[in-house]
T-cell receptor, first 113, second 111 residues
Framework: EAQVTQNPRYLITVTGKKLTVTCSQNMNHEYMSWYRQDPGLGLRQIYY???????DKGDVPEGYKVSRKEKRNFPLILESPSPNQTSLYFC????????????FGPGTRLTVT | SQQGEEDPQALSIQEGENATMNCSYK?????LQWYRQNSGRGLVHLIL?????REKHSGRLRVTLDTSKKSSSLLITASRAADTASYFCATDKGGSYIPTFGRGTSLIVHP
């Protein structure tokens, strides 16, 4: 089954404790992206990757890191999480850039206390 | 920054009625996409319309695109309670092909 998986689905952590949210897709997609969703703000792009070893900042990259060492994986790293990073995070992938439909993961609900 | 903005923010209708939501954007685009999100879940792609197209249909969905007005509309005909969800438009920014999403329209369909 074609899918995007994210782990963990729920995470409660404390300020400053490094964490990684994993994202994996099994569709051999070139393009992957991370979004955060907050009430009243819609989806905002954090980082995206056009292919392996190619990443770029989206609209709200501060406080986040990503890497794309393999085509299927695109982890999101929060080196020192803060309460303002409490949000619902989505990973998405598509065959190529915006010309194609994006497939979204189920989301990761992160709470930073 | 958000390229596309949906309108209205919220829409409440009775089952069987049609639902229309709009998306306006600021700069030229290559294509525009509509997505649906059930509460707290991942977005699901509904339809993509390219900048040289004016109308597309998919089942009960009809999407129009007016590039001169920089706007698109999504019409859901004969709505059902299961259509209750948030609907987002995603546009790229001309040559970038990087999609950005609006804040969405929350649709509630009452049985």
């Amino acid at each position: 089954e074609a899918q995007v998986t994210q782990n963990p689905r729920y995470l409660i952590t404390v300020t400053g404790k490094k964490l990684t949210v994993t994202c994996s897709q099994n569709m051999n997609h070139e393009y992957m992206s991370w979004y955060r969703q907050d009430p009243g703000l819609g989806l905002r792009q954090i980082y995206y990757s056009m292919n392996v070893e190619v990443t770029d900042k989206g609209d709200v990259p501060e406080g986040y890191k990503v890497s794309r060492k393999e085509k299927r994986n695109f982890p999101l790293i929060l080196e020192s999480p803060s309460p303002n990073q409490t949000s619902l995070y989505f990973c998405a992938s598509s065959r190529s850039t915006g010309t194609y439909e994006q497939y979204f993961g189920p989301g990761t609900r992160l709470t930073v206390t | 920054s958000q390229q596309g903005e949906e309108d209205p923010q919220a829409l409440s209708i009775q089952e069987g009625e049609n639902a229309t939501m709009n998306c306006s954007y600021k700069t030229s685009i290559n294509n525009l996409q509509w997505y649906r999100q059930n509460s707290g879940r991942g977005l699901v792609h509904l339809i993509l319309i390219r900048s040289n197209e004016r109308e597309k249909h998919s089942g009960r969905l009809r999407v129009t695109l007016d590039t001169s007005k920089k706007s698109s509309s999504l019409l859901i005909t004969a709505s059902r309670a299961a259509d209750t969800a948030s609907y987002f438009c995603a546009t790229d920014k001309g040559g970038s092909y990087i999609p950005t999403f609006g804040r969405g329209t929350s649709l509630i369909v009452h049985p």
